[in-house]
């Protein structure tokens, strides 16, 4: 059955990624009958903003198949007009309770703005707009003293779930309304796991019970 509450969508989604880490995937709605099924129409359960890196597939680390989720992906999960386009469209067209913004860590553009900010300089061609578009994050954590890359890595998912609640009245409409939720989320590249790091509204919303070595970290945004 296909999740339809934000609570469902984030339970889903971690029983996912913990079939993928522990090495016994299921591979969901990857088959032919199923191909067949859904090429009339979608039905995703959450909205995955995530970093473009080539590490960072969204169906494979959280286990799931055609039809179940909406991936939008940008270097460094940069938010901009098309973004919260195609979020908003998930949301209201396609009825999606759930949006996840995914970083990673040893993020190559979370990188390069680090390297253009410690040298004053900007780099060549759109890339510039990219640097532009992670720096106010590092602003932010190096107000709150945070230096480290994991820190820093935190700070930028939740800026990117604050920056898109505060750009899109669509988007905070539906969360204020009860429809969907938004969460940030950490993945570990050598591990495979993900953490809740951010999430609005702010209220824990419940996951599948865990190892207690697993279990993801929330921290309220």
């Known amino acids: 059955m296909t999740p339809n509450t934000p609570d469902q969508a984030l339970a889903e989604l971690y029983a996912g990624n913990r079939r993928f880490v522990t090495g016994v995937p299921h591979h969901p709605n990857q088959d032919a009958g199923h191909r067949t099924a859904v090429a009339d129409g979608q039905h995703p359960f959450a909205v995955i903003v995530g970093c473009s890196d080539s590490r960072l597939a ?45 970083g990673h860590d040893s993020c190559g553009a979370i990188q390069a703005a680090r390297d253009s900010v410690s040298t004053g300089t900007s780099p060549a061609g759109h890339l510039g707009a990219l640097v532009d578009a992670v ?83 929330a921290l309220a945004g």
């Open 135 to 217: 720096a106010p994050s590092l602003l932010r954590a190096a107000r709150d003293g945070i230096v480290d890359a994991d820190g820093i890595l935190d700070v930028h998912i939740a800026q990117t779930v604050e920056h898109m609640l505060a750009r899109s009245s669509v988007l905070a409409d539906r969360v204020a309304a009860g429809d969907c939720a938004v969460v940030g989320m950490s993945y570990r590249l050598a591990k495979g796991e993900v953490r809740t790091v951010a999430q609005v509204p702010d209220h824990p919303l419940p996951a599948p019970a865990a190892p207690a070595d697993a279990a993801p970290a």
């Open 58 to 102: 969204a169906e494979i680390i959280f286990d799931r198949g055609l039809g179940d989720l909406f991936v939008v992906r940008t270097a460094g999960h940069t938010v901009g007009p098309e973004v919260l386009g195609s979020v908003e469209y998930a949301v209201t067209v396609l009825g999606t309770p759930l949006v996840v913004v995914l």
